[in-house]
């Protein structure tokens, strides 16, 4: 797992180890879950953009339409 490593005030960080506490969490696992919050968040839009993106591109298709094995695995 990859560390990342920030700078607070102490007030801040005086601040965060408090309301840790007070979840009976570490600092670290308060700002990985906030972090996570934030990746989830922005996931379905991104897929969302991904994905509409890539239709765009593909032009028509049609389920009928076939493909020979080396075309699938064209590089």
Known sequence: MPNITLSVDE???RAARIYAAQQN????GVVR???RSLATAQ???VRSRNLFAALDQ????SA???LSRDEVHAR
């Open 11 to 13: 007030e801040t960080y």
């Open 25 to 28: 969490a570490t600092v670290s």
């Open 33 to 35: 879950q906030f972090l």
């Open 64 to 66: 009928s339409d076939r």
């Open 43 to 45: 996931t379905p839009t």
């Open 58 to 61: 593909a032009g028509t298709f």
